[in-house]
């Protein structure tokens, strides 16, 4: 099982960013896939999990801003971050949830400073 992201980088306040993370291994259609993030000194937190059937859950701290979506042709899944902030300046990590076991993808920096 093979988890890539991409698309992190530099964002000033207030702009967006759209990271992907690319599945192989794993049949993507039936798997839960998620985006966690770390923060230098806390925990990897959950930001944003879409089951299999498309039923979405987000993080109080990125409600509204950011947008879980998955291309199931692509096993692909998506983060859309719009209205970034300092705060969610960490390391987002994919995440799958497949036949009871947890994949995790390497992790990809996003900064959000002017």
């Known amino acids: 099982v093979q988890l890539v992201e991409s698309g992190g980088g530099l964002v000033q306040p207030g702009g967006s960013l759209r990271l992907s993370c690319a599945a192989s291994?794993?049949?993507?259609?039936?798997?839960?896939m998620g985006w966690y993030r770390q923060a230098p000194g806390k925990q990897r937190e959950l930001v944003a999990q879409?089951?299999?059937?498309?039923?979405?859950n987000y993080a109080d701290s990125v409600k509204g801003r950011f947008t879980i979506s998955r291309d199931n042709a692509k096993n692909t899944v998506y983060l859309q971050m719009n209205s970034t902030k300092p705060e969610d300046t960490a390391v987002y990590y994919c995440?799958?949830?497949?036949?009871?076991?947890?994949?995790w993808g390497q992790g990809t920096q996003v900064t959000v400073s002017s």
């Open positions: 995440n799958a949830v497949w036949v009871g076991d947890d994949y």
């Open positions: 879409l089951s299999s059937g498309a039923s979405a």
């Open positions: 291994g794993i049949i993507f259609s039936i798997a839960a």
